[in-house]
C-alpha cells in the first residue's frame, strides 16, 4: 500500500469515525486525534503481523517502538473505554510481533530470554482476551462503518488468534525443554536422598505458567480446568502445557513420597482409591519402551536414556510393590464423620469397603428424591431391593458398599444385549464366576477378551441423603474390576438398623461396550440408552417407585 493511498485511506476512516462520535452528545471528552492514532496504529501493526517474515530487523526495530510510543499517547479513558475492543486488539498486535521479533532475534536462548519472550507473548494473550471479540457480534453483527474501513473484522480476528496459538506451541517447547534437566536434578536427588524439593518444581513450572498438580502428594482428587475459556469470545487460554514427559517426573515423585515418606496415621488420611487412580493414570502415561518420543499437542521431549534406565518397568513395578505393602488394596479408611465420639488417635479399619465418591462416570443415571419415606432403616431398603433382584435373577451377584449416611449395591459385570436386555442361559453371568463366589478376574478375562463384538454392564444403587455427584472421567473396567473385587456379599450388620427417613436413590449404569477380539471394553458414553431404559430392559423398573 503506498504512502498517498494509505493517508487517504485513514482519513476516510477518520472522517466516518468522526462523524459517529460527533452525533454522540453525552460523549463530548472523546479527542478526535485519538481516532486516528488508533486506527493508524492498528493498520501499521495489522501490515507488520502479515509481512513480519519479508521485514528485516532493522525495520522492525524502527515499526515497533514507534507504534508502542504512538499507542503510548492515547490517555483518555473515557475514549479506552468507548473503543476497548479495537484498542485492546491492537496492543494484542504490538505484542505478538515484539514476542515474534525476539524469538528472532535468540540465536541460542538462555532463561532470561524465554522469560523475555514469554512476557511478550503473555501481553499479546492478556489484551487480546480483553478485546471481548466475538466474530458473531462484535466484529460482524454491528456493522461497523469504522471497522469495515480498516478491516477489523471476524478474518483479523481469527488470523491473530492463530498466530498466537502457534507461538505459544512453539514457546511451550522451549518452557519445558529449560526445565526438564532440573526435574531430573530432583529426580536424582530423591532417589539418593530421600529428599523431595516439590516446592522447587513447583517454582520451576510457575515461571513460565505450566500448571503442576500435587494431587498425588495431597491424596485428592486431580482437578482439572475447564477446555473451554472463554465460550463466548473469541480468546486463547492463558498459561502452557506441562510436557508429559514432566508429568511423569513430578507424578513418580510424588508415588515415592507418598508410599516412603507418608504415615498412615497421617491427619489427611490416605484415600486409596485416589491413590491407586493416580498409580494407574501415571502407567497409562507412560509410552512402551521402544517409543523414542513423548509425543503431544505442544512439542516433542526425546525419550532418551533417562526415561530408559529411570522410568522403566522395573522401577514401575517396584514402586507398585511398595505401594501393596504399605496401603494394601483391601484396605479402606473409616470416613471422618464415622469417628463422631471415638477418643484416641485415629486407627483405621481395613476392613471397610467403600463406594468411591463422587462415583466413577457412568454411561447413564438418575436419581429419585424422597424414595421410599415408608422404608425407614438400611436393611428394610435393602430387602425391598433383594426382592426385585433375585426375581430377575441377580441372586448371589449383588455387591455392598458403606457411603456416607447410606448404603451402595451394584450387580456383578452381566452380559447384555444391545438393546439392554440380559443374555439368555449361561452366558449372562460367565464373566463373574468364581469359586468363592467372588468376582474371578481370570473368568472375566477369559469371557471377555475371547469374544468378538459384546457389552457388559454393572448397575449400581445408593441410598444417601442427596444425589450423588460423579467424577469427570470415564470409568475404566480395570476400575470397576477393582470395585466388584473388593466388596461385601451382603449389607454390613451396622448398617441395618440405621434410619434414614429421608433419602435419595441414585441408579448408576455402567455399560462397557468391546469391539472386537483383544479389545479392552471401553464404557458407552453415547447416551443410546438411558438408566430408566436399562432398568426396564432388565426387569428392574419396579424400583423407580419412589412411593
Given at each position: 500500500m503506498s504512502a498517498r493511498l494509505l493517508k487517504s485511506f485513514l482519513l476516510s476512516a477518520f472522517v466516518l469515525f468522526l462523524s459517529s462520535q460527533l452525533k454522540a452528545k453525552d460523549k463530548p471528552h472523546v479527542k478526535t486525534n485519538d481516532s486516528l492514532t488508533l486506527a493508524q496504529a492498528y493498520v501499521n501493526l495489522t501490515l507488520t503481523e502479515k509481512y513480519f517474515d519479508t521485514l528485516s530487523i532493522g525495520r522492525l526495530n524502527k515499526i515497533l517502538p514507534f507504534e508502542e510510543s504512538e499507542l503510548g499517547s492515547i490517555t483518555d479513558t473515557g475514549f479506552i473505554a468507548l473503543n476497548g475492543t479495537l484498542y485492546n486488539?491492537?496492543?494484542?498486535?504490538?505484542?505478538?510481533?515484539?514476542?515474534?521479533?525476539?524469538f528472532k532475534t535468540t540465536t541460542k536462548p538462555n532463561r532470561e530470554a524465554l522469560l523475555q519472550w514469554k512476557q511478550a507473548l503473555d501481553m499479546a494473550i492478556s489484551h487480546f482476551n480483553n478485546a471481548n471479540i466475538s466474530s458473531y457480534y462484535t466484529v460482524e453483527k454491528t456493522k461497523n462503518s469504522f471497522y469495515s474501513l480498516i478491516a477489523f473484522n471476524a478474518e483479523a480476528c481469527n488470523l491473530l488468534n492463530r498466530n498466537i496459538e502457534m507461538l505459544k506451541g512453539l514457546f511451550t517447547r522451549y518452557f519445558n525443554k529449560d526445565i526438564y534437566p532440573d526435574f531430573k536434578r530432583i529426580f536424582y536427588e530423591a532417589k539418593k536422598a530421600n529428599k523431595y524439593y516439590f516446592d522447587s518444581l513447583s517454582y520451576y513450572t510457575s515461571?513460565?505458567?505450566?500448571?503442576?498438580?500435587?494431587?498425588?502428594?495431597?491424596?485428592?482428587p486431580q482437578y482439572e480446568e475447564p477446555e473451554n475459556y472463554g465460550p463466548h469470545n473469541l480468546s486463547v487460554k492463558p498459561g502452557y502445557n506441562l510436557s508429559i514427559a514432566l508429568n511423569l517426573i513430578s507424578q513418580y515423585l510424588q508415588l515415592n513420597y507418598v508410599v516412603k515418606e507418608k504415615a498412615i496415621g497421617d491427619t489427611n488420611h490416605i484415600n486409596l482409591y485416589n491413590l491407586y487412580d493416580s498409580y494407574r493414570s501415571f502407567i497409562r502415561l507412560l509410552s512402551p519402551e521402544d517409543?523414542?518420543?513423548?509425543?503431544?499437542?505442544?512439542?516433542?521431549?526425546?525419550?532418551?536414556n533417562f526415561f530408559r534406565e529411570e522410568l522403566n518397568k522395573s522401577a514401575c513395578d517396584s514402586l507398585y510393590t511398595l505401594l501393596q505393602k504399605k496401603f494394601?488394596?483391601?484396605?479402606?479408611?473409616?470416613?471422618?464423620?464415622?469417628?463422631?465420639?471415638?477418643?484416641?488417635?485415629?486407627?483405621?479399619?481395613?476392613?471397610?469397603?467403600?463406594?468411591?465418591?463422587?462415583?466413577?462416570?457412568?454411561?447413564?443415571?438418575?436419581?429419585?428424591?424422597?424414595?421410599?419415606?415408608?422404608?425407614?432403616?438400611?436393611?428394610?431398603?435393602?430387602?425391598?431391593?433383594?426382592?426385585?433382584?433375585?426375581?430377575?435373577?441377580?441372586?448371589?451377584?449383588?455387591?455392598?458398599?458403606?457411603?456416607?449416611?447410606?448404603?451402595?449395591?451394584?450387580?456383578?459385570l452381566e452380559k447384555i444385549n444391545k438393546d439392554g436386555s440380559p443374555v439368555s442361559g449361561s452366558k449372562r453371568w460367565s464373566v463373574s464366576v468364581g469359586g468363592n463366589?467372588?468376582?474371578?478376574?481370570?473368568?472375566?478375562?477369559?469371557?471377555?477378551f475371547f469374544a468378538t463384538e459384546s457389552d457388559f454392564r454393572i448397575i449400581g444403587l445408593v441410598i444417601s441423603p442427596s444425589a450423588v455427584a460423579v467424577q469427570r472421567n470415564a470409568a475404566s473396567i480395570g476400575a470397576m474390576q477393582d470395585l466388584l473385587t473388593y466388596s461385601y456379599p451382603s449389607l454390613p450388620a451396622d448398617l441395618q438398623n440405621f434410619s434414614l427417613p429421608q433419602k435419595t436413590l441414585t441408579v448408576l449404569i455402567y455399560d462397557f461396550h468391546q469391539s472386537?477380539?483383544?479389545?479392552?471394553?471401553?464404557?458407552?458414553?453415547?447416551?443410546r440408552l438411558s438408566a430408566r431404559n436399562h432398568l426396564e430392559k432388565s426387569g428392574l423398573g419396579e424400583l423407580l417407585n419412589s412411593r
Open positions: 486488539f491492537t496492543y494484542s498486535l504490538l505484542y505478538l510481533n515484539k514476542a515474534q521479533l525476539l515461571m513460565y505458567g505450566m500448571p503442576l498438580s500435587m494431587h498425588i502428594k495431597n491424596n485428592a517409543s523414542l518420543h513423548f509425543d503431544y499437542d505442544d512439542g516433542i521431549l526425546p525419550k532418551g494394601p488394596y483391601e484396605y479402606f479408611p473409616v470416613e471422618p464423620d464415622m469417628l463422631a465420639g471415638a477418643s484416641g488417635p485415629y486407627n483405621p479399619e481395613p476392613t471397610k469397603y467403600y463406594f468411591p465418591m463422587p462415583a466413577p462416570f457412568p454411561s447413564a443415571y438418575l436419581s429419585t428424591n424422597n424414595y421410599k419415606p415408608g422404608l425407614r432403616t438400611m436393611i428394610q431398603v435393602d430387602d425391598y431391593f433383594k426382592n426385585i433382584f433375585n426375581r430377575k435373577g441377580y441372586g448371589g451377584h449383588l455387591h455392598y458398599y458403606y457411603v456416607q449416611s447410606g448404603f451402595a449395591v451394584i450387580t456383578s463366589g467372588s468376582f474371578s478376574l481370570y473368568e472375566t478375562f477369559k469371557s471377555i472386537d477380539i483383544g479389545k479392552v471394553p471401553e464404557l458407552d458414553v453415547s447416551k
